[in-house]
């Protein structure tokens, strides 16, 4: 892990170890896999662009129940703040009507994405949704909308790294990294 790195005018300091990304996913992966059990249902994996790539990634391996994976692109912030508007930038690659459907994202903070992505994906007829993040910033979430897996439960704090960006960049780092003010 680097002990600090720069994204454009910003410094960021090591806060995540990719070993505890991982040992997160494992945790996240084997309470899917005890949902799915025996099910003869093939569930969709709805992957939220660009941030949950890494995540989807590394869940998907260690799933051991056939899924299919079916993508998405929102987006709602500028910098390092959310704009609190939900923008669909490319819409679903697949269908989900009559599916059960795990949307996949790398953070909830305030919520606002999942409430729009749990109504646009009933808009669009799943039978199921379980909501699935690798992150979780609590203090700041306030929506009703349950949260089936988490990862790991993080203060609130502009983190990049491992998915996750300022600005498009960063997404590359194995580990996460949070803003050094």
């Known amino acids: 892990m680097e002990s600090k790195i720069k994204l ?7 806060f995540i170890p990719y070993e505890k990304i991982t040992a997160a996913i494992d945790g996240v992966a084997e309470k899917i896999n ?11 994996l709805l992957c939220i662009l660009n941030g949950s790539i890494m995540f989807t990634s590394e869940l998907m391996k260690r799933l051991n129940f056939n899924c299919e994976l079916v993508t998405m692109k929102l987006s709602s912030y500028r910098g390092t703040s959310s704009t609190g508007v939900v923008r669909e930038v490319m819409g679903m690659t697949g269908s989900v009507e009559g599916r059960k459907v795990i949307i996949v994202e790398d953070i909830v903070d305030t919520g606002n994405t999942i409430v729009e992505l749990v109504n646009t994906v009933k808009g669009k007829g799943a039978i199921d949704i ?6 979780l910033k609590p203090e700041v979430y306030d929506k009703t909308v349950k949260l089936d897996y988490v990862g790991m439960e993080i203060p609130n704090a502009f ?6 960006d300022y600005n498009e960049l960063g997404r590359n780092y194995k580990d996460i990294y949070v803003i050094d003010n």
């Open 8 to 14: 454009q005018d910003k410094s960021f300091k090591p």
């Open 34 to 44: 005890a949902d799915y059990k025996g099910s003869n249902d093939v569930p969709v």
């Open 130 to 135: 379980k909501v699935c993040t690798m992150l």
């Open 159 to 164: 983190i990049v790294g491992f998915g996750l």
